[in-house]
């Protein structure tokens, strides 16, 4: 039992490391400029939905990404323009990591300005999804639900896996 505790925390610090390091290389190349154009957009669609007793039929707010010209457009189910600013250190960025350092950046956002997106006026559930200039979905960024909460991929890595592997056990014991 001891050493079952013991790899657990074991497991545990290390995934907390990992995650937290992967952060931690994110911010230190992300400027503070980058941050606070992050924050403006998606306040200004949180005000495009004040809290009202009539909410908007939608299911995702798209938030589209163009590596060659460092935009971000936010756009409704009708492909409507909600916001669009120009990220100035996205602008011709050819990382290979382009999108997973968006996604991290904007489930950040997303994340810090939870309060304010939970109560926006649109009828739930809701997500926000990110998509590349070619309006291809890449990455469903943050779920607003309130019975349903999506737990970081990261954590989640395996999980599958190992629900299959359990659910073969309980068959063959049966």
């Not at 013991?6 to 980058?34: A, C, G, P, R, W």
């Not at 669009?84 to 489930?107: G, H, M, P």
């Not at 926006?120 to 019975?147: C, G, Q, R, T, W």
């Amino acid at each position: 039992m001891k050493k079952s505790a013991n790899h657990l925390l074991l497991s545990h610090l290390f995934l907390t490391f990992v995650t937290l390091n992967s952060y931690i290389d994110y911010y230190m190349k992300t400027t503070e400029q980058t941050l606070q154009q992050l924050e403006r957009a998606l306040r200004k669609v949180a005000d495009k939905f004040p809290p009202s007793e009539e909410a908007s039929l939608m299911t995702d707010i798209h938030l589209r990404v163009s590596q060659d010209t460092g935009e971000l457009a936010a756009f409704d189910d009708d492909d409507q323009e909600i916001t669009r600013c120009v990220v100035e250190q996205w602008i011709d960025n050819k990382d290979d990591s382009f999108y997973q350092d968006v996604t991290t950046a904007l489930r950040s956002m997303l994340k810090k300005h939870k309060a304010q997106i939970e109560q926006m006026a649109i009828l739930k559930p809701y997500s926000f999804v990110l998509e590349n200039d070619d309006h291809e979905h890449l990455e469903e960024l943050f779920l607003v639900d309130d019975e349903v909460a999506i737990i970081n991929e990261e954590l989640m890595a395996g999980l599958d896996k190992d629900l299959d592997d359990f659910l073969d056990k309980l068959l063959s014991e049966s």
